[in-house]
């Protein structure tokens, strides 16, 4: 009885403080929080709409659409001619899937292979708790108290949405097949299936037209209403890091947070103004905050920690959401990017240049690395030979030194194994480093250099 009472009391205080807030704060002071608390719940909300369209199919199709905790095979290599996602990588073949935990964990399985092959598991808040390498795993959320197959490694999830991206790399395509071989032994199914004698057949999904929609598109049409119900609904069964206590308790003066519900007419001012206003300054407080995690490597940048564990970091985690969903962790791979030759002028196909690698990146085990030209449209740049990166397969000659020139122009050199098509048109390079040597990357490796050369 008296736990009871606590319990009353408790949320009467909770109620009276928030009304309190409420009436306290300024028509500017009330729509900043409200901004805050749409950048900290933008992931969560994007990623339940992105696996609403990922799954929005009764059987899994070649467009990448599977129902929910079942598994999404890519069948092709990128090319020019590729325009669903922008900056398409040609190394890796992904496989994905998502999860839901709530009725139970999922058994993964990811077979051995001769090349990388990683699997990254985000969680709603695109955090990433693991990494997976060959092996079976027992997905469930954290906390779980259940027994575990023999053999099989426990995962714990916090959340119960969840994405699993397998990224497998691929030499060419040529090499489809033995990538495919390597999907056709990745198993996704629940538990209680696991040790059973039948075959497990995945029951079929549904399709519904309201879902047919690209996810930041429908993220950005939503109303005050809509998004913080929606995000209110999806922290009750994805529940915030202990570490965002603090944040919470503050969003909790407008409604929002998980058991709360939010009403639109605690808003002052003009809503539908001040709503789109708020939309329209998001990107340039995140990219402002995300510039603060930018790493320098010679005249190169990219994204650094705590990216994919993001922390308390939270206008970088929208940012990222934002521009790359998905994003893996630096220690598992570095995407370093540049537009600008050694004396910072843009780089235009008009031009010829060499990129010179003092030395090759530094690596890990079963790592590798890629250079990949794209357009001023973030596409792959068409060309006669259909080639659109340079990287640690590629039949490229070395000078004596050790040292690597790679040729970047429009036309066809002489000799064209170190060639690398870039059109005639504005481009922009990037250097994928997949398992890099992190310290080495930092402290003694010299990023490589775009020089423009007469033509």
């Not at 008296?2 to 205080?13: D, G, N, P, R, T």
């Not at 004596?400 to 005639?424: C, F, H, M, R, Y």
Request: glycine share 6%.
């Amino acid at each position: 009885m008296k736990k009871f009472l606590v319990i009353i009391i408790a949320a009467v205080l909770l109620v009276w403080s928030s009304a309190c807030t409420k009436k306290t704060m300024t028509e500017a002071e009330q729509w900043g929080l409200l901004s805050e608390a749409y950048r900290y719940t933008f992931p969560l909300v994007l990623m339940n709409l992105t696996m609403k369209s990922s799954t929005n199919t009764e059987t899994a199709d070649l467009a990448g659409h599977a129902p929910v905790n079942q598994l999404i095979h890519s069948q092709n290599l990128a090319n020019a001619d590729s325009k669903m996602v922008v900056t398409p990588n040609v190394d890796t073949i992904y496989t994905q899937a998502w999860l839901d935990l709530s009725d139970g964990p999922m058994i993964f399985v990811l077979p051995e292979t001769d090349r990388f092959c990683m699997t990254q598991v985000l969680d709603a808040w695109t955090n990433t708790p693991a990494i997976l390498k060959s092996g079976s795993y027992l997905l469930a959320l954290t906390g779980y108290t259940g027994a575990v197959p023999e053999g099989v490694t426990l995962v714990e999830i916090p959340t119960s949405m969840a994405w699993l991206i397998t990224r497998t790399l691929i030499n060419d395509e040529d090499d489809m097949e033995n990538v495919r071989t390597i999907q056709n032994g990745m198993r996704l199914l629940p538990l209680n299936c696991y040790e059973s004698s039948e075959e497990y057949i995945p029951p079929k999904g549904e399709y519904k037209e309201e879902n047919n929609a690209v996810p930041i598109n429908a993220i950005l049409s939503m109303s005050p209403q809509q998004y913080f119900s929606a995000a209110n609904k999806l922290m009750a069964s994805n529940p915030s890091p202990d570490v965002d206590a603090d944040v919470l308790a503050r969003f909790a003066a407008l409604n929002i947070g998980s058991g709360l519900t939010f009403d639109v007419s605690v808003l002052q001012g003009d809503i539908q103004t001040n709503w789109k206003q708020m939309l329209g300054e998001m990107k340039e407080i995140v990219v402002a905050k995300g510039a603060e995690y930018q790493v320098k490597l010679g005249d190169w940048n990219y994204f650094g920690d705590p990216i994919g564990r993001f922390g308390t970091a939270y206008d970088y985690r929208a940012m990222i959401a934002l521009g790359g969903l998905g994003a893996n962790p630096t220690d598992v791979a570095i995407y370093a990017k540049t537009g600008v030759d050694v004396n910072q002028k843009a780089l235009n196909g008009q031009n010829n240049y060499v990129l010179h690698f003092e030395s090759l990146p530094p690596i890990q085990e079963g790592g590798f690395w890629s250079v990949t030209a794209y357009g001023s449209d973030d596409f792959l740049i068409a060309n006669e030979l259909n080639r659109y990166c340079i990287n640690d397969r590629s039949a490229f000659v070395l000078n004596e030194d050790g040292s690597l020139d790679i040729q970047l122009s429009d036309t066809a050199p002489e000799k064209q194994a170190n060639w690398l098509p870039v059109g005639t048109g504005d481009f922009h390079l990037f250097l994928r480093i997949y398992l890099p040597d992190t310290e080495a990357v930092k402290e003694s490796w010299t990023a490589p250099s775009v020089t423009m050369v007469l033509q």
